[in-house]
């Protein structure tokens, strides 16, 4: 009896510092707010909130004074009605990364050299020049949209029936309690409809646009977290598990 009274003081000192390390961000994992996956495009939050990742690749048109004002108009007056909702939220993030462009370009090329490698013709050394000429004007520039659905998108009602249905099944499926592992149940189940339907929407708003815009696959959208976050050491074949 004393050395279970024992464990429960040492188990919530124990809580106790790591809510302190989490807020004062000492740690590398307190930077980290994301728990597991959800669906092929949809990551949880430890407060069960829901993300998507989408990656604006811009226009197929040359853009002038008045295309410009009109996709702004479009984006301002479609985005309007979704972020009028209380719970959703967009976060934009602009990368530009001189240092990788000539892998983007070699990249670029690849089609165009293949086919010359089966036609025969012997032209490496117009794309090395050309890789050479462009590399010093150009750079790698990527913009990526995260789409934010909290649980306060639900009512206070919404919110304890969600609350309810996720302990009984909880309970129907016997899940232990998990403190220091991946919770693969932290999502509520009411907020993925909301969710979808707020990233199928945000996807449309801006295709109407003129933007041309992806969802990606959570896979690749953890892949590019970590190479924004640390390019010198991300291999272009990671995947998280």
């Known amino acids: 009896m004393g050395l279970g009274i024992v464990e429960e003081i040492l188990d919530g000192i124990d809580t106790f510092k790591a809510y302190l390390q989490q807020s004062v961000r000492t740690t590398m994992s307190s930077y980290n707010d994301l728990q597991t996956a959800d669906s092929t495009t949809s990551l949880v939050t430890h407060d069960g909130s829901l993300l998507s990742i989408v990656q604006l690749h811009g226009v197929t048109t040359l853009v002038g004074q008045s295309e410009y004002q009109y996709i702004h108009d479009m984006v301002l007056q479609n985005l309007q009605n979704t972020l009028n909702k209380k719970g959703h939220s967009i976060q934009v993030l602009f990368s530009y990364n001189k240092d990788n462009i000539q892998d983007v370009l070699r990249s670029h090329m690849q089609g165009s050299q ?57 309970k129907e499926t016997h899940y232990p309690p998990v403190r220091y592992t991946q919770n693969i149940m932290a999502a509520f189940n009411d907020l993925r409809d909301a969710h979808d339907s707020f990233v199928r929407s945000f996807e449309a708003d801006l295709s109407s ?8 696959d959570v896979h690749d959208a953890l892949y590019r977290a970590r190479l924004t976050i640390d390019p010198d050491f991300t291999d272009k074949n990671w995947r998280p598990i």
Do not use: I, P
């Open 209 to 216: 646009a003129g933007l041309q815009v992806s969802v990606l």
């Open 114 to 170: 293949n086919t010359t490698h089966e036609l025969s013709l012997d032209m490496d050394d117009v794309f090395r020049e050309r890789l050479e000429n462009l590399s010093e004007y150009c750079s790698e520039e990527v913009c990526y949209a995260v789409l934010w659905t909290k649980f306060t998108v639900l009512g206070s009602e919404e919110l304890r029936k969600a609350n309810e249905d996720q302990n009984r099944l909880r």
